[in-house]
């Protein structure tokens, strides 16, 4: 399968209606600058832009218990916005949106299933990838991905579903989802001693998902090269070994070196090379590929690196990704995966 230049978005003024005063580091100009960036912007090409439509309670709760929506929309006629959590507000407006996201990312799905696109982006918020089966948090309230995963496996059969989480924060919501189960590999590299504070390396799996929850905590100061390292030994290796037929992205872009809310150091150059990486390991095992916005709250490198990843995604060169090698990145595998991850997961060349 060739990923060319039909890349679907979902982009949409409703994402503006989910706000609050005084205004959250999640906030409608996150998307708002974004669009308007994306339009203006003379390297960009075309884009099939989709319309999102409302999940359902049914689509919901495939991943979600029923008493987490009810909890949603119990909370959203509460006149404290921060009744539910203090991170995570609840509005009004709020349980609409979250489903327009979560359905925007259904739309492309299916888009992609139909091959009316090559790739898609579903620039959405609120985000999605920290709620869990039973509670919301870290500004999530429906798990955009996971739900999106599950209606795949619903809808079309698909029993080997890759996701990739470059969002510097761990996805609990998402490994929550699918911690037992090997139909859904995760795979997140994110920022040790961060919120939310799980995600370590021996956080594998149960049952028939052991092995198939991979998570990858890297500590500050991890950038480009640290990164590019990672992508080409682990992330690669695992593509070629458990050949998903979908891969979703968390593409969150809080990792930023500008970004005020970690500390690592990734460019928006690197948000490319990753982009470009994955695009490429979806072709090498015919797989289709799918980005979900995670988070990123500087605007101006949010925006300058989803466009970097656009870019990428509509890239048609048959150029190979590169990687670099960076002695850091492998001794943090080392360091933090059990001896078995490696030997499923990790290249020879590392833990010997």
């Not at 959203?76 to 507000?89: I, R």
Request: charged share 20%.
């Amino acid at each position: 399968m060739s990923i060319g230049k039909r890349i679907g978005l979902i982009r949409d003024v409703a994402y503006f209606d989910h706000c609050v005063e005084p205004p959250s580091k999640e906030c409608p100009e996150r998307v708002r600058r974004l669009y308007l960036d994306i339009e203006q912007d003379p390297d960009l090409g075309k884009f099939i832009d989709c319309s999102p439509r409302s999940a359902t309670d049914g689509e919901i709760c495939r991943v979600h218990s029923e008493h987490y929506l009810r909890q949603v929309l119990e909370h959203a006629v509460n006149p404290d916005p921060y009744s539910y959590d203090p991170d995570t507000y609840i509005t009004a407006e709020s349980p609409h949106v979250a489903r327009l996201s979560t359905g925007g990312c259904l739309v492309l799905a299916d888009a992609m299933m139909a091959e009316e696109i090559d790739s898609g982006f579903a620039l959405v918020r609120p985000p999605g990838h920290h709620a869990e089966i039973g509670r919301g948090s870290g500004f999530c309230i429906f798990n955009n991905i996971a739900i999106t995963a599950q209606y795949l496996i619903d809808h079309y059969g698909l029993s080997r579903i890759m996701i990739v989480d470059f969002d510097t924060h761990h996805g609990n919501g998402t490994q929550d989802a699918f911690y037992q189960t090997d139909q859904v590999l995760t795979l997140s590299i994110h920022q040790n001693n961060l919120f939310p504070f799980t995600g370590k390396g021996t956080e594998t799996g149960q049952g028939n998902g052991q092995g198939y929850n991979i998570n990858v905590p890297v500590p500050p100061q991890f950038g480009d090269a640290e990164y590019s390292c990672l992508f080409g030994t682990i992330v690669q290796n695992v593509v070629e070994n458990y050949l998903p037929q979908v891969i979703l992205v968390s593409a969150g872009y809080d990792a930023h070196i500008d970004d005020p809310i970690s500390q690592t150091d990734i460019t928006t150059a690197g948000y490319y090379a990753m982009t470009h990486a994955l695009k490429h390991f979806a072709i090498s095992v015919d797989a289709r590929l799918l980005l979900i916005l995670e988070g990123g709250y500087n605007t101006e490198s949010l925006s300058a690196s989803v466009r970097a990843s656009l870019r990428a995604l509509a890239d048609n060169s048959s150029t190979l990704p590169s990687f670099r090698h960076a002695p850091r990145a492998i001794q943090s595998i080392e360091k933090e995966w059990p001896s078995e991850l490696i030997r499923k997961w990790a290249p020879a060349s590392i833990g010997v």
